[in-house]
């Protein structure tokens, strides 16, 4: 039939496409061209078809507008009349199959939301003087009558909130919404603008842009704000961030065509209400079409947005939407000063100390979900100021970042770095239970009630003030008694100095320390204390500190006493620039004020927590309890030098030693990694009595100017000195973007370091070969595993020309890599001089290196060695402790199991990587390196995914010649759990950025 009418000498293969009514076939023709024929159901007349038609071709010129093309029959007709098997009448048409595929297999990326945005602009704009009668309809998907739901809310009896809300949100559409819809200019809209009616095409580097606009069949005349909203609902339950995703829509729209306030105030409501008449149709469908799985294609993700919004303060979407859009605020007027108000405690409080609740304060565990309440009681009573009575209180601040909130009412608890409601947004008074609070100004009772839920506001009051020469505003009283909460009801009225409430206990309040919490709104603050969050997300603190702005004043207290707000980046980065030289660099785009780390997290000032998948230097984690609790003793204890004699010194000598082969017997004990490598040369050139070095290529050995001589990462780099005539570079073993690859690279590779030590003072004998120093695992190099009998044939060729071999392990050491505690170890050598550094003090400045006696004795020649806080006794106790928590907690095995973990799901997500990708590693020490289709280095896409993973609180690193290699070296207290939400991450961050 196809064949027929399409004038094709062999009909094309078909494969069923789904439609909900007509039937979709994907047509592909021998030659190789494909396309989509679309045959209508039974009784589908010609205009049904003829209007999508000619809104599609008055589209077709339109940039930035994707729609496909029609493809004409032989007759040059757009449909076909064919009759199907029983002999019933069929119309067929047929369109061009667009590149890419349909959203929701993408990224939904901020830039293509925008995108859409503009294209939606761009249709509205050529269809507002398109007509056909045909559009003039209304059936169930129109959202200017949308209330034929009302009847069936008993679809919904099974989740009680879901049917409040949609009874809440029916009531607006009938009370206010409908009659502002109607007042609004109509014209054609596509109205069905669901993730599988657009598509998009990824791009390495640029992450999916919108390639396909398809789908006219439920076009019709309505307010534009429609489209808006239908795309919106589709597009926000996609996102972690919906309002977010919403205003990058309404951003790209109003940057081509404007929106007016009365059409941005109902966007948020209406994209409600769409997902309720999706819920609704899918609930009726289903009890029409059980066994039909995609007419519940959009339930889940639609009841997800609607239990994420339901408790949402709407003034937050609308003030973000109304920003977007370039209008001004529509928030109600605050009073600029709140004059004759009446004391609200009995003492004064603007005076009592202030406690601190930040993740700063050590007396506060952090990276807990369920923190510790007795932790929480402890640091408030010993904050509370103390009178001849007993008790007096304290104050906690307003925009003060917190991890003291627990449970999944704060976010999802699977893992600590999800995002989390974590800052404060209102003033806390701590008093004894029972203390009275009296009104400031006269006012009425909006609320009044109990919210017993564990870690909710107890007993509650919601009031109006009513200033005597300013505006209304309204204040949240939260964690009274239950007696407070029962006395008023709603529209009661109270005199100022009037007994409001009394501050509950423990039993009634919420589960908190007694306290008040205070909270101070405009008068189009919510009548619901649940839409009042005492806690709120810090990616949007600016928006709800506008909502609701510092309550200090009433309570007495100067507002500046009790903020919280830590300063801005852009302060900080100014005052770094201005202390410190511009070659200090940052890391990420966006850098980031660390204020606390813990385990394998790193938490900042605004209480976000960050999975650290980079940090190598806090070895068994960030401020692992039992390390630091010996430095801290020790600190206490004596911190003396090595020209005392210690047994911490000689007991950690001999730890670690214990982990090495027999014949390393002597250990210099130094303050760092750098420090190590100098003395290590110092070793080699002493005990050989030469000079020359063998080094590897991109590798990075310190700081200090030797270290710097043969580190090649700096000085073949900007800026660097040169290559000194002592250093011989060995160029790193790379089979996957090297010179040589394929299955004799490893043999080749082997045979180039072969030459190039031999050669070393072949022409002269002042010029041979002392030591070659080098990282069994290149790590700035690119998290390299050298392949097989490459290190093996470099030791014999180093020992053949009388060199030493020196192992930098200060990357690769000390369990990291799971099965072997060394580099050397899992490489079968055996090296004459081992260097480590930062990560066997777990942060502490420490360095040490391992050798044999003979060259430690040939080193001890008159001259002493002395190292100020080399080997001192603080170092030792640190050192000490990394060794046993190595033992104790078993992080050795940890390492192995948690990286081939990892290890298998980066190969199994860059296995679909649009790049060539190379993911290698042993243990915890992982690399990914990605290339172009031409090999050449894809530096920028690496810098994308850092960047990508950083902002989904993964942090990461990148390196290597080109800086083209993925880093990832976390603690080794990393764990299964950590490891599923960094390959989460990572999946999303690959989507973002167009590479699968």
Known sequence: MVAKHWGEDRPPSLTPLYGEYDLNLLAESATGSA??????????????????????????????????????????????????????????????????????????????????????????????????????????????????????????????????????????????????????????????????????????????????????????????????????????????????????????????????????????????????????????????????????????????????????????????????????????????????????????????????????????????????????????????????????????RWGEARLIYGGEGFGRTDHVARRRRTVHIGLDVFLPPGSEVRAVLPGRVVFAGDRPEHHDYGGTLLLEHHPHDGPVFRVLYGHLSRTSASRFAPGDTFGAGEVIAWLGDKTENGGWPPHLHLQLGGSDAPDDPGDWPGVVDPDDWDLWAQLFPNPAVLAGVEPARVEALPPALSRMQERRKALTSANLKLSYREPIHVIRGQGSTLIDAQGRRFLDAYNNVPHVGHAHPYVAARVSEQVQRLSTNTRYLSELQLDYAEALLARFPDEFDTCFLVNSGSEANEVAMRLATTFTGRRDMAVSEAGYHGITQKALDISHYKFAGKGGQGQADWVHVLPIPNTFSGPFTGKDAPERYTAQAEGLISAIGAGSRDRALAACLLEIFPSVGGQLIPPTGYLSGLQRAVHHAGGLLIADEVQTGLGRLGRHFWAFEQQGLQPDIVVLGKPIGNGHPMGAVLTRREIADAFSNGMEFFSTFGGSTVSCAAGRAVLEVIEADGLEGRAAQTGAMLLDGLTALFSRSVLPTDVRGVGLFIGVEICHADNSPATAIVGQLVNAMRRRRVLMGSDGPHDSVLKIRPPICFCAEDAAFFLEAMEASLREVGLT
């Open 35 to 396: 396309s989509v024929v679309k045959i209508m159901r039974v009784g589908c007349q010609p205009e049904d078809i003829g209007f999508q038609t000619s809104m599609m071709q008055r589209l077709q010129s339109v940039q930035g507008v994707p729609v496909p093309d029609i493809l004409p029959t032989a007759q040059g007709t757009l449909v076909a009349h064919a009759s199907d098997e029983q002999g019933r009448k069929r119309l067929i048409w047929r369109l061009a199959l667009l590149s890419g595929s349909t959203l929701n297999q993408h990224q939904l990326t901020e830039a293509l939301i925008t995108e859409i945005g503009a294209m939606i602009a761009r249709m509205h704009a050529a269809l507002a003087d398109f007509d056909d009668p045909a559009l003039d309809r209304s059936f169930k998907w129109d959202l200017c009558a949308a209330d034929w739901i009302v009847p069936h809310l008993a679809l919904f009896d099974d989740d009680t909130a879901l049917k409040g809300q949609l009874a809440g949100l029916l009531e607006w559409y009938s009370d206010a919404g409908k009659a502002a819809l109607a007042a609004l200019p109509r014209q054609p809209i596509h109205n069905d603008l669901n993730l599988h009616n657009l598509m998009a095409v990824s791009h390495p580097g640029q992450g999916p842009r919108l390639s396909g606009l398809l789908d006219f069949g439920d076009a019709l005349h309505n307010p534009r704000i429609c489209d808006l909203a239908i795309a919106g609902a589709y597009l926000a339950s996609a996102s972690v961030r919906p309002v977010e995703a919403l205003a990058a829509l309404v951003e790209g729209y109003t940057h081509l065509e404007t929106l007016r306030e009365g059409e941005i105030d109902l966007l948020w409501p209406l994209m409600q209400t769409r997902l309720a008449v999706s819920l609704t149709n899918s609930g009726l469908q289903k009890q029409a079409r059980p066994d039909d799985p995609y007419v519940v294609i959009s339930e889940a993700p639609a009841r997800a947005l609607l239990a994420t919004v339901r408790d949402l303060d709407p003034r937050f979407a609308g003030e973000r939407l109304r920003a977007a859009a370039g209008l001004p605020s529509g928030l109600a007027t605050l009073p600029t000063a709140f004059r004759g108000l009446h004391p609200m405690f009995e003492i004064e409080v603007g005076h009592l100390p202030v406690v601190d609740l930040t993740p700063d304060n050590l007396r506060l565990a952090a990276n807990q979900t369920r923190p510790d309440a007795a932790e929480l009681d402890a640091v408030i009573d010993a904050a509370t100021d103390q009178d001849e009575g007993g008790r007096r209180g304290c104050l906690g």
